[in-house]
């Protein structure tokens, strides 16, 4: 029932900006919580970004200051824009979705990834 789609990936210049979208369908907006999870080239997946269910939000440390994530419920999409973009940052990005847990967000669904890649 749950589809999460990414789009808006793509190669861009060091210190250049880059905005991701991922549009969303039976996500139950009032328990849930959003986010962006990335996986560099031969490292783990790690967390990037979430947009929870009260309209808060945190960022990861190593983008902090740079990626901002939002959401418009109206139209179903989670957004992610990237500014002062660094070869580092390169990336499959995966939008993703699942129940708060109290304490975590327990990631459940997931979109296919859409790759962004920053040139030296």
Same mark, same amino acid.
């Given at each position: 029932?749950? $589809?999460?789609?990414?789009?808006?990936?793509?190669? /861009? %210049? +060091?210190?250049?900006?880059? =905005?991701?979208?991922?549009? @969303?369908?039976?996500?139950?907006?009032?328990?849930?919580?959003?986010?962006?999870?990335? $996986?560099?080239?031969?490292?783990?997946?790690?967390? /990037? %970004? +979430?947009?929870?269910?009260? =309209?808060?939000?945190?960022? @990861?440390?190593?983008?902090?200051?740079?990626?901002?994530?939002?959401?418009?419920?109206?139209?179903?999409?989670?957004?992610?824009?990237?500014?002062?973009?660094?070869?580092e940052d390169t990336a499959m990005?995966?939008? @993703?979705?699942?129940?708060?847990?109290?304490?975590?967000?327990?990631?459940?669904?997931?979109?296919?990834?859409?790759?962004?890649?920053?040139?030296?």
């Open positions: 029932q749950v $589809q999460l789609v990414e789009s808006g990936g793509r190669s /861009v %210049a +060091t210190g250049g900006s880059l =905005g991701l979208s991922c549009r @969303a369908s039976g996500v139950d907006y009032s328990n849930s919580c959003m986010g962006w999870l990335r $996986q560099a080239p031969g490292q783990q997946r790690n967390w /990037v %970004a +979430t947009s929870y269910r009260d =309209g808060s939000r945190n960022q @990861a440390q190593a983008v902090k200051g740079r990626f901002t994530v939002s959401k418009d419920i109206a139209k179903n999409t989670l957004y992610l824009e990237m500014d002062s973009l660094k070869p990005y995966y939008c @993703a979705a699942g129940p708060w847990q109290h304490e975590t967000c327990a990631w459940t669904y997931w979109g296919q990834g859409t790759q962004v890649t920053v040139s030296s």
